[in-house]
Each structure stands twice: as C-alpha cells, then as structure tokens.
C-alpha cells in the first residue's frame, strides 16, 4: 500500500491526547500524546530510553492501566471505538504485542509447545494447527529445533520463537517494542522483509526501535519522544533521508549521553595481555577459535544466533566451566577457579538485565560493600540515572534496566 494510499484511508488506531501517570508518581509519564496508525502502515516510535515508548504501546494493548495502576487519561479509538472498557484479551483479537524482555511472554518448556499453546487458545481447527506451526517455524528458522528445551535458546532465539507465535495469528495490529534487539544480521533482514510484506498484505505495525539506520527505510511516518510528550515526522522516500535524518538528530540530542571525557591515545608500548584462551570448549561442542585480549582493546564477537557468543562469556566469567582447553587472565590459569575468584577481575553484563538486579533501589545496586558513596554517585551520574536514584530498579524501563545493569559491573 503506497503513501498516498495509506493518507486517504481511515485511522485504525487513533490516540487522542493522552495522558498517563504512573501509581505513586507526581510527574506525568506520557502528556497529551496524539498519534494515528492506518491500514498498512509501518509507523515508529523513537526516543530516548524512559521516554514513554514502551508505556504507549501498553496503553493500547490494555496492560496499562488495568495490570499497572495509575491514571489515564484520554481516549484510544480502533476503528472509530472508544477502546476504554475493552479488556487485554478483547484487545488481543485486533493487536498482538511483543514486549522487551522477552522471557515475560514464554509458557511453556518446549518450542513446537510454544507455537502449538498460542493457536490453540486462539481455538483454531486441531487439523489446521500442526501445519501453521510448522510453518511459522520454518519461516524463522527454527524448524530443526522444534523439539529443543526453550531454555537451550539464546536470547536471538527465543525473540524469533515469540515473533514466530505472534505472527501466525494474524491480527490486523503488531504492536513491536525493540523487535531487533537480540537478532543477529540475518535474522534482522528477514524481519524487516517480513514486516513489509505483513504491511503490502494490510496489517499495520507500531514499531518501537533504537536502530533507526536499519528500520527507516520501511517504516512510512515516524513519532518522537521525548519527556513523555510526542512529536511527528514524516520520513521521505527511500533514498531521500532527510526526515531520518532530521529524526535521528532529535533522538540523539535525547540521549544526552556524550562522554566529557577524550578518548586516551594508543601507546605504542607493546600492551599487556589480559585474557588468553587455549583450546576452551564446552559441552561437547566444538573448542572456540583461540584468541588473546590485551589491554586497551576493544574486541567485537559477532555470529548468528545461538553460534555460542553467549556461551564464550559465560566461560570467560567463570559462569561455565570448560569441557576441555585452558583461560588465562592475567597470566595464570583460572580453568578450575570458582565463579567468585574470577568475578573480581572479569565483569560479565548480561543480555536480560532483569536477572542481574537484586537491590531495592537505584543506588543500592550501585552502592556495594567496598564502594564509596561519592563513586556511586558519579557513575549514576555518568549512565544518566542520578534522578532515579532513589526508585526501585524494576520500576525502570528496560535500557534504563541495561544502563544500571553496566553500572554494577563498572562500580567494581
């Protein structure tokens, strides 16, 4: 559906100046937001982390505010109704939602399980269900681990398995909150392809992402947030960036984020060699490629999904421990030592910082045995988290969760 099409159509979704406040919150979280999704458009929704995209989308889909508490205000129409009274399972007839963290939407233990339990809650035909499911799973590459144990997927794979539940339904509305996150190179070019061949076939897509250089090229018209409030900018034809570009910079300015610090020249002094893996496997897969670390550098890992990145650094942190070959750090082999001996001088970050926050506030996570206060302060300051010091760490959002999960490696 081109341009021009999707302007002369009615709104599917029309957002009318709404506000929300969280439970317990002075401050408003989204302040009059108006905003209109049509028939086969790809719309996104940028912005700085905590902005209000991932709130708006659950506006919409119901969870908020009936699973949340707080006040909302305002109205949001699906094709001309007013959807206030509708429930989350209602609403789950016209929109279907993946949220970030991706583990919150899995149920069951098993892959072809997790297809199988959406479509048959969704009541269709039993002699239907078997092919649907095969399909969506070939389509995301996932048909030779029908049977796998979902826990033995990377992240990237379990974000393909909830894509792959999700779309087999076929709800007019996709409402998407960081879909690209875990995926690698292919599998972020075969969602986008996906999402504009759901959008030619009409469906609509709400698409909250960080990585405009890859989704602005199909998304049709793009929303901004910043401080809960919206602005809209409409992207130009493929080809012609000047309304990403012009988007990017209001995202970047959002950030707020630039380091005062310059970066530190190279020495030409050979450096010293942190990290040294011989021979390290695990598992019964095959050893790791061997490589060194040294001081100073900054080493990328890429691959596709569930090649064993994660794995890597979960040996390198002591979290596993090697089926065969050797770890060095700092010159002495640390195969055999416990994950606590090698914790005080390796720092893992992990994927999903939900399993990495233990603390009742902001600061608390931060502020750990050994540290000074004046430390804490000035890294919360630094990740931009200063302000939330005194909240709950799972009453931030999901980046603003990565950004503290960093900062409770980096403190130490």
């Known amino acids: 559906m081109d341009q021009i ?19 317990g919150r002075h401050q408003l ?32 889909a119901g969870i908020i505010p009936e699973h949340t508490g707080g006040s909302l205000k305002g109205q949001i129409l699906y094709r001309g109704t007013d959807l206030q009274d509708a429930s989350v399972r209602q609403r789950s007839h016209e929109f279907c939602i993946l949220l ?21 809650n969704w009541n269709l035909p039993a002699d239907q269900i078997p092919s649907i499911a095969q399909s969506v799973l070939y389509e995301f590459g996932l048909e030779g681990r029908r049977d796998w144990s979902i826990q033995r997927l990377s992240a990237g794979q379990k974000q393909r398995l909830l894509l792959a539940c999700l779309l087999a339904i076929g709800q007019p509305v996709l409402l998407l909150d960081e879909p690209l996150a875990y995926l690698d190179a292919n599998g972020v070019e075969q969602l986008l392809q996906l999402l504009k061949a759901k959008a030619n076939q009409g469906q609509s897509i709400l698409l909250v992402e960080h990585r405009l250089d ?22 130009d ?26 970066v530190p020249q190279r020495s030409d002094t050979p450096a010293e060699t942190l990290l040294r893996t011989r021979g390290l496997s695990w598992g019964g897969y095959s050893a790791f490629p061997d ?62 910082p939900n399993h990495q926050l233990f603390a009742d506030s902001v600061r608390a996570e931060v502020l750990q045995p050994g540290i000074s206060p004046q430390l804490a302060d000035t890294l919360l300051q630094q990740l931009n988290l200063q302000e939330f010091a005194d909240k709950h760490p799972q009453a931030l959002s999901q980046g603003q969760k990565r950004r503290l999960a960093l900062a409770s490696v980096l403190v130490r």
């Open 5 to 23: 099409a999707h302007q002369s159509a009615s709104p599917l979704i029309e957002v009318v100046d709404l506000s929300f406040r969280h439970p």
């Open 29 to 60: 979280t989204l302040e009059g937001i108006n905003l209109t999704l049509r028939p086969g458009e790809i719309v996104l929704l940028a912005g700085a982390t905590g902005s209000g995209k991932s709130t708006l989308l659950n506006c919409i």
């Open 100 to 120: 970030q963290n991706v583990e919150t939407q899995i149920f069951t233990d098993r892959v072809w399980d997790e297809v199988v339990f959406g479509l048959e």
């Open 214 to 235: 890859l989704v602005g090229e199909i998304c049709d018209r793009a929303y901004f947030f910043q401080d809960g409030k919206l602005s809209e900018h409409v992207l």
């Open 237 to 262: 034809k493929p080809g012609d960036r000047t309304g990403l570009d012009i988007a990017t910079n209001v995202f970047s300015e959002a950030l707020k984020l630039k380091s005062e610090n310059p």
């Open 291 to 352: 490589f060194d670390v040294n001081a100073g550098e900054t080493i990328l890992l890429k691959g596709d999904n569930g090649c064993g990145k994660t794995t890597l650094l979960k040996l390198l942190s002591g979290l596993l421990k090697p089926t065969t070959g050797t770890l060095e750090i700092v010159g002495r082999d640390v195969s055999k030592r416990s994950v606590i001996q090698i914790s005080k001088q390796v720092g893992f970050v992990l994927q999903n």
